[in-house]
């Protein structure tokens, strides 16, 4: 809990510009947590109606953490979409479509 809360802190300004387009049910209206602990991960957002993680991505991230970390979710009926930081803050009303796409594909299991 405290990692999640420093973390929720420190936030990248990526996960900042996300959050305040995903925080108070705007996307939607589904609820969003950020820094949301699940099992060993913290996950920069989480959507537990539709089982939907979103992760953004900068330079500590390596492919082979992550395929584990996917793997580990989907074990436990969780999607998960990612981005690259530079991607949310370039192109933010890409990443919100892409986020209301696959929040949309979760609507069978809500």
């Not at 992550?66 to 530079?86: E, P, S, Y």
């Amino acid at each position: 809990m405290r990692i999640a809360r420093r973390l929720r802190i420190s936030a990248t300004d990526a996960e900042q510009v996300l959050w305040k387009a995903l925080r108070k049910r705007q996307l939607d209206g589904l609820k969003f947590r950020r820094q949301h602990p699940i099992g060993p991960y913290i996950l920069d957002f989480m959507c537990e109606e539709r089982r939907l993680a979103v992760e953004l991505d900068g330079g500590q991230h390596t492919v082979e953490k992550d395929a584990a970390r996917t793997a580990w979710l989907a074990d436990r009926g969780i999607r998960m979409v990612r981005f690259w930081n530079n991607d949310v803050l370039s192109n933010l009303p890409g990443v919100i479509e892409t986020i209301r796409r696959e929040a949309g594909q979760g609507e069978e299991a809500a």
